[in-house]
């Protein structure tokens, strides 16, 4: 832990956000993969978050990274009998990932994390101005 808990803050909302983007490109990148049962499609991941105190006290609260789950949803069979891995009845297995909900979700991780390097530039700034008071 640093001196300025506020650093510790702002680098665990980053990491936060870095995890949610890397889960929503990967739920992204396999919206449209096919399997050829319901077990073997993708299941789209989603981060599990737990918020931590500080210093002991609660007054500053950061938050870590529980885990990443696979989703529960059930995959999309969609009746294609002419593709290579229907299965023999003739269907195929799709993720059931909204990419609509994905690209929102990517926006406001997006916008999360450039307030958290945001947040730093700041307190880096006061850190530096308080250092130079002196002189």
């Known amino acids: 832990m640093s001196n300025l808990p506020i650093f510790d803050v702002a680098g665990s909302a980053l990491r936060a956000q870095s995890v949610r983007l890397n889960t929503i490109a990967s739920n992204l990148a396999n919206a449209d993969s096919v399997a050829s049962t319901a077990e073997g499609a993708y299941k789209p991941l989603e981060p599990v978050f737990q918020a931590r105190a500080l210093n002991g006290d609660g007054s500053l609260t950061a938050v870590n990274v529980k885990e990443i789950t696979q989703s529960g949803t059930p995959p999309i069979k969609r009746y294609e009998p002419g593709h290579p891995l229907a299965d023999g009845e ?36 006061l850190a530096l101005a308080t250092l130079t008071m002196g002189r």
């Open 90 to 125: 003739g269907y195929v297995y799709v993720p059931d990932v909204d990419p609509v909900a994905q690209m929102v979700n990517l926006i406001s991780a997006s916008r999360g994390y450039q307030a958290g390097v945001e947040m730093l530039n700041t307190a880096k700034e």
